[in-house]
């Protein structure tokens, strides 16, 4: 009976995600999905409490300003990144990133118990509210960038199709339970202060948690794509036993930087990078105008920090059961038997489907759940997808625009969807109440326009990804 029972839940497994080839190769990708759970995890534990930490100590209509500062903040920090991928090892970078931001986690902890989160009032001059919204902002760029560049750099085309979709289905649990567990309201503190603590100590878990995985996973499951005819092509097939002593018979070519010009200089030479530089940055541009328009609405229903708060779990776990059913029962289907263009043009559908109904309903009930099914598209389909185009890139090209697109490019095209928003306060202040209406009468055939524009540029990344790989080639 139990073996019967085993099968059956195979054969499911099986329809879903495809046979992986052996039991070492699942138990990678659920090493990783288990590392990947607890950073969408603590991600959504700091994203909870970001919004309801800015708004009593710097307030909430300044938000659209602190998307648009965040790029200044972050500008440096993604500098500090590209240069240590320069000197060190992917997952020594990874490791430094976690244990600095960390660090910040009790920095900050020990700042909010000092100002006291329920009884101080906002105001802009209030440093450490704008220091907070910029940590948190930066944690998801950075962090989530270092370890897909780890991650599609110890992964084949074929073996991606199959992982990839499980390490985001079983993360999003994460999203699913940290967030509705670790909340200052059911822990019974009276701010989110100790929260940020707590976040600290998953972050140290979670380097722990990658040191060990590259340490005792089996060299034959980290291997990388390489092209055809390539130095890296030649050492797998026994030709050159060291590609090493090739670069170190010319000691006049210099190694390749990997640094912040290097990222946009490749991105520039490259319609393919540009190309999913654009997909990236115009989803950001519309959830921005969308999100904005539901914290308000949050922030006036929720004046204190830790009802505020709890609010915002509540929307963060939704989001991951959500994201959990569309990536469980869909995504990896979709990718094997419909393909990466179908994959690619399911978000840009959706996200068309969230405009007219916000534009048409724009009520906090309605934006709760355009929010929700947003958030769960990127998670589910758009990143796991976008992700495989990444594998036919050269390693070196990867490393320097990876971080950067994803990074910097997303938090810049949040910055226009700020400066959006900053033209929905206008309207506000000159038409009150109906402002609202008719920021979305503006916003939102913007919004029409930039979603047409991403149905070409889809169909021209689809078609690029997948002769690279029929061919055994680099696109860039």
Request: with cysteine; hydrophobic share 55%.
């Amino acid at each position: 009976m139990f073996d019967k029972i085993k099968r059956f839940f195979k054969t499911i497994a099986e329809f879903i995600w495809g046979k992986f080839k052996s039991k070492e190769e699942v138990r990678k990708f659920m090493s990783l999905a288990l590392i990947f759970f607890f950073i969408i995890g603590v991600y959504w534990i700091l994203r909870s409490i970001k919004d309801s930490i800015f708004n009593v100590t710097v307030g909430i209509e300044m938000i659209p300003y602190a998307k648009i500062l965040s790029v200044v903040f972050v500008f440096p920090i993604i500098m500090f990144y590209m240069k240590i991928v320069e000197i060190f090892k992917r997952e020594r970078v990874f490791y430094t990133m976690m244990i600095l931001y960390a660090i910040g986690a009790l920095v900050f902890m020990f700042a909010f118990m000092r100002y006291d989160l329920s009884t101080i009032k906002a105001s802009t001059s209030n440093y450490v509210g704008w220091l907070w919204y910029f940590y948190v902002e930066s944690f998801g760029s950075v962090i989530t960038a270092s370890f897909w560049i780890i991650l599609t750099d110890i992964t084949l085309p074929d073996a991606a199709k199959r992982g990839f979709p499980v390490v985001y289905i079983f993360a999003q649990l994460g999203q699913v339970f940290f967030p509705r567990l670790v909340n200052a309201k059911f822990l019974g503190f009276a701010t989110s202060a100790p929260i940020a603590g707590i976040c600290a100590l998953i972050m140290i878990l979670i380097a722990i948690m990658l040191w060990i995985f590259m340490k005792y996973t089996p060299k034959s499951q980290l291997a990388r794509y390489v092209a055809k005819g390539t130095i890296e092509d030649e050492k797998a097939e026994g030709k050159v036993e060291k590609a090493e002593v090739i670069v170190e018979d010319e000691p006049k070519k210099k190694k390749k930087k990997v640094g912040f010009i290097e990222g946009i200089k490749a991105i520039a030479s490259s319609g393919y990078l540009m190309g999913i530089l654009f997909v990236v940055m115009v989803f950001e541009v519309i959830v921005t105008v969308f999100d904005f328009q539901f914290i308000f609405m949050a922030a006036k229903a929720f004046p204190l920090e830790v009802d505020m708060s709890a609010y915002m779990s509540s929307f963060s776990s939704t989001v991951g059961i959500v994201t959990f059913i569309f990536a469980a029962f869909g995504l990896s289907t979709i990718q094997r038997k419909l393909g990466l263009f179908v994959s690619l043009l399911l978000t840009p559908i959706l996200v068309l489907f969230c405009i007219f109904v916000l534009w048409t309903y724009p009520v906090l009930s309605i934006a709760f759940w355009i929010m929700v099914v947003s958030k769960a598209i990127n998670y589910a389909i758009n990143q796991p997808t976008l992700k495989n185009l990444y594998i036919p890139v050269k390693k070196e090209t990867r490393y320097k625009t990876m971080g950067w697109i994803e990074a910097f490019g997303g938090r810049s095209s949040k910055s226009v969807g700020s400066l959006i928003n900053l033209l929905g306060k206008f309207f506000k202040s000159k038409h009150g109440a109906a402002g609202v209406a008719v920021f979305l009468n503006v916003s939102s055939p913007i919004s029409l326009g930039l979603v047409g524009i991403w149905f070409f540029v889809t169909f021209y990344l689809a078609k690029t990804n997948k002769k690279a790989v029929e061919n055994n080639e680099y696109v860039c």
